[in-house]
């Protein structure tokens, strides 16, 4: 592939996105990195502190669903590169207020194929060979027993509000491909997590309410399993496919890393008794942990088989869960000042709301 890309990175001061934008930055200096981001509650300008624009990183705050916007993006800065991150994210916000997701995941993504198909697929494009990633989810799978793996092939059977919206703007993308030989590819990814997550996700919401004694609310008996990924290894494959994955293909990322939701609380709060002590009640931070009613329609279990990333483009994760717990304890450790700022006043009425 070329070199002197000039990426369009959505979503790009979101967690994931922005772990990506600081991965580009640091590896692929010949890029040009236009990050476009709402700013919603869960997109913070913090996320890339110290990131300076200039010839190779620009800002842009708008809504992907803006098509004018969009179409005008494409042209200006000549995009050849999309990675698109951005969405709503949080399933338990899709259960309360489902109507972003669709209009976001959804019709966001429609609206951005559209300048996409627009720009490259016009007789005036000049460009290089143009590529448009849709970063998605394992959740589009629905849910497995206790045995079995998602593989490309699994069928689609969402079951959330979120995993449906992104299932439908995974179809679209496919259908772009199928209709108008628009140059897609798609990953499906397991949970991250890592620096920059916002702290309404388990192991961030963790890490803050084991260090300000508040309770740990475990959903249900605790015992769904997720295959949890360090956000680097994510962003890392996410490279791979860009640079190197085939126009059409799907690629599933995941940990070879699957948990019970206990499992990974208790080694949070065991990983924090032990850098910085136990709390001044004395009690190991284990026993805050509470069990409260179950998230509505709660999948019971992902596992993602990677082997084709793995065959197809030599990618594996390389952190271990107890390295990348480690690693993201210490990072919130020397960053409670962000974790205090991103949590505003929006945030916390809709986490009262849920935990009282
Ligand atoms: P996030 O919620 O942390 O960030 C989303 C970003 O998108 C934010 O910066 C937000 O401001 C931005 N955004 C939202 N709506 C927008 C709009 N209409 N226009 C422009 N920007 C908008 O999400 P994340 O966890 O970083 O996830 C990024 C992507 O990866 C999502 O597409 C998600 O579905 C996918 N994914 C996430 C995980 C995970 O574990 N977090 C796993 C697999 C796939
Ligand atoms: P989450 O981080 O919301 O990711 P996802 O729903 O996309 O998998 O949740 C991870 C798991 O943790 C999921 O099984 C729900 C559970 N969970 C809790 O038990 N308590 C919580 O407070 C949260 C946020 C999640």
């Not at 001061?13 to 590896?27: P, S, T, W």
């Not at 996409?116 to 497995?144: C, M, Q």
């Not at 496919?174 to 620096?195: E, F, K």
């Not at 803050?208 to 609310?217: A, D, I, W, Y």
């Amino acid at each position: 592939m070329e070199t002197n890309r000039r990426i369009l990175v959505t979503g790009g001061c979101g967690f994931i996105g922005a772990n990506f934008v600081r991965l580009l930055l640091a590896h692929q200096p010949d890029w040009r990195v236009i990050n476009l981001d709402k700013l919603t509650y869960a997109g913070n300008l913090q996320n890339l502190e110290g990131v300076v624009e200039g010839e190779q990183y620009r800002f842009v705050k708008a809504d992907i669903c803006d098509a004018s916007a969009m179409e005008a993006l494409f042209v200006e800065e000549q995009i050849d590169l999309v990675a698109h991150f951005a969405a709503e994210s949080h399933v338990d916000r899709s259960i309360t207020g489902p109507a972003a997701f669709i209009q976001t995941n959804i019709v966001g993504t429609f609206t951005l194929l559209e300048a996409a198909r627009k720009a490259w697929l016009s007789d005036t494009w000049k460009g290089n060979d143009p590529r448009f990633l849709h970063i998605s989810t394992d959740e589009v799978y629905g849910s497995l027993g206790d045995t079995g793996m998602f593989t490309e092939t699994t069928p689609f059977d969402p079951r959330s509000p979120y995993s449906a919206s992104k299932a439908s703007s995974d179809h679209l993308v496919n259908a772009y491909l199928h209709t108008y030989d628009l140059p897609v590819l798609i990953t499906n990814c397991s949970n991250n997590y890592g620096p920059y997550q916002f702290p309404e996700k388990l192991i961030p919401l963790v890490f803050h309410n084991s260090t300000t004694g508040k309770e740990l609310p475990i959903y249900g008996d605790g015992k769904y399993v997720r295959d949890w990924l360090y956000v680097k290894d994510h962003c890392e494959a996410i490279v791979e496919v860009l640079i190197k994955g085939k126009i059409g293909q799907s690629y599933n990322i995941g940990g070879n890393n699957e948990k019970q939701n206990l499992e990974v609380v208790t080694l949070i709060c065991d990983t924090l008794d032990k850098k910085i002590g136990l709390p001044v009640s004395g009690a190991p931070r284990r026993e805050l942990i509470t069990f409260v009613k179950d998230r509505l329609g709660h999948d019971r279990r992902y596992a993602i088989d990677a082997s084709f990333i793995r065959e197809q483009l030599g990618w594996e994760p390389k952190v271990t869960f107890e390295e990348g717990i480690e690693k993201t304890v210490d990072w919130y450790l020397a960053n409670q000042d962000w974790v205090g700022s991103v949590i505003d006043g929006t945030y916390l009425k809709y986490y009262e709301k849920m935990y009282g």
